[in-house]
Structures are given as structure tokens and as C-alpha cells.
């Protein structure tokens, strides 16, 4: 490569987000974790980033 060659920016890698888990025993989860199973299956990614948003958004009370 001489100095007059310049080289290419190389492409930003972006990984994609990690989907929330649905912790175990909470009811709003629960649901949450069936819709985005259905959601998948139909092939509804609103649906599924819906149900993430959801799962990930609601709180959780820590235990005392």
C-alpha cells in the first residue's frame, strides 16, 4: 500500500440486543414470555420486541 492509497473505514459492528428473561414466578412475565412465543411464530417482530420491551420495563420488587 503506498501513501497515496487510502483505506477503507471498516463497517461499525453492531451486535444485537439480548432479549430480557422472563423471570420465573412473576405472572406479568409469564404472559409477556407466551405472547413473544406466539409473536415468533407468526412471525410478528413488533410483537416480539413489544413483548421484550414489556418483560424488560415492569419491575420487580426485591425481596426484603
Same mark, same amino acid.
Given at each position: 500500500?503506498? /501513501? /497515496?492509497?487510502?483505506? @477503507? !473505514? %471498516?463497517? #461499525?459492528? *453492531? %451486535?444485537? $440486543? %439480548? #432479549?430480557? *428473561?422472563? %423471570?420465573?414466578?412473576? !405472572? +406479568?412475565?409469564? @404472559? !409477556? $414470555?407466551?405472547? &413473544? #412465543?406466539?409473536? &415468533?411464530? +407468526?412471525? /410478528?417482530? *413488533? /410483537? *416480539?420486541?413489544?413483548?421484550? @420491551?414489556? +418483560? &424488560?420495563? =415492569?419491575? =420487580?420488587? &426485591?425481596?426484603?
Amino acid at each position: 500500500m503506498t /501513501s /497515496s492509497e487510502t483505506t @477503507a !473505514a %471498516l463497517p #461499525e459492528l *453492531v %451486535l444485537p $440486543d %439480548l #432479549e430480557p *428473561v422472563a %423471570l420465573p414466578g412473576c !405472572a +406479568i412475565c409469564g @404472559a !409477556a $414470555d407466551t405472547n &413473544r #412465543e406466539r409473536a &415468533r411464530q +407468526i412471525g /410478528s417482530p *413488533v /410483537s *416480539v420486541r413489544s413483548a421484550n @420491551a414489556t +418483560i &424488560r420495563q =415492569h419491575p =420487580h420488587r &426485591r425481596p426484603q
